[in-house]
């Protein structure tokens, strides 16, 4: 009897930490944006692909983007929330497999630090619902020098005509 409950103590108190283990992943401190859904109306109003990058920060697969070769006038906006985060003019044609930009509208996007998968870089999300985007580097070919690495599915094109 000992022995049984000895074990069920150990296996719940496994449980526990794993729980915490996954819940405290992120150890930067909290930032609270605008537009804040809960986890289960996220995933009802994204694909499973959208949902995967724009709040589990994943990644697409690299040249498989819809807007990785996407060179047309307009405003990429994010697939969140709708707020506009890049322009047309800002975009480059860079080999890395993702849409890239040398910058970013004013104010649309936050920078978070990231050290998952033992690097450290910047990520990018959406400044008004906090939607994960991808990464900006220091290696960009242009006059800033950045790269905003962007996730197609993370965006959505709204071209110049309609406006
Ligand atoms: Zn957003």
Same mark, same amino acid.
């Given at each position: ?5 000895? =074990?069920?103590?150990? *296996?719940?108190?496994? *449980?526990?930490? =794993? ?8 150890? !930067? ?16 109003? *994204?694909?499973? !692909?959208? /949902? ?5 920060? %994943? ?16 405003? /990429? ?45 910047? !990520? ?9 985007? %991808? ?27 309609? !406006?």
């Amino acid at each position: 009897m000992f022995n049984k409950l000895y =074990l069920f103590g150990i *296996l719940f108190f496994s *449980l526990t930490l =794993l729980n915490c283990q996954t819940s405290t992943n992120n150890k !930067e401190p909290k930032i609270t944006f605008k537009v804040s859904k809960k986890d289960k109306d996220w995933k009802e109003e *994204l694909s499973p !692909e959208e /949902y995967e990058i724009l709040r589990n920060k %994943g990644t697409e697969r690299p040249n498989t983007g819809i807007y990785n070769m996407h060179f047309e006038e307009g405003v /990429y906006a994010c697939k969140g929330c709708g707020q506009a985060l890049f322009k047309s003019n800002n975009k480059f044609m860079s080999d890395c497999g993702w849409p890239s930009y040398e910058s970013a509208l004013p104010g649309a996007i936050t920078y978070i630090k990231d050290t998952s998968l033992g690097m450290v870089r910047t !990520e990018i999300v959406c400044s008004n619902c906090g939607g994960h985007q %991808g990464h900006v580097f220091d290696d960009g070919p242009t006059s800033t020098g950045k790269r905003y690495c962007v996730n197609s599915a993370s965006i959505n094109f709204i071209n110049n005509k309609n !406006e």
